[in-house]
Nanobody
């Protein structure tokens, strides 16, 4: 029902910034239960980075608090992840996730690579 397409990844030096975008189609993001960003590094478990519980709350992983900001633009049906003060340990594939309410399905984007290296 919902297609999510991430973009904005790339190679940056430590201390640099990137903004990831997730464009949703098929359903308004404002009608979903939640929109979030996850990341997965090689050999590691996928982890929650930031999540918007629509109309309720915004939450961040402790490792990114103060550095990353999740936001949404309803007019563009897009969720963003602004990443500042990037560290090598932020290197991962970042995935956009949407969750429908009422025990509805999860939707995942294809991922976008973020590499933080000198």
């Amino acid at each position: 029902q919902v297609q999510l397409v991430e973009s904005g990844g790339g190679l940056v030096q430590p201390g640099g910034s990137l903004r990831l975008s997730c464009v949703a189609s098929g359903r308004s993001i404002s009608s979903l239960y939640a929109m979030g960003w996850y990341r997965q590094a090689p050999g590691k478990q996928r982890e929650l980075v930031a999540i918007i519980i629509i109309g309720v709350s915004i939450n961040y992983a402790d490792s990114v608090k103060g550095r990353f900001t999740i936001s949404r633009d309803n007019a563009k049906n897009t969720v963003y992840l602004q990443m500042n003060s990037l560290k090598p340990e932020d290197t991962a594939v970042y995935y956009c996730n949407g969750r429908a309410g009422g025990y509805g399905p999860d939707y995942w984007g294809q991922g976008t690579q973020v590499t933080v290296s000198s």
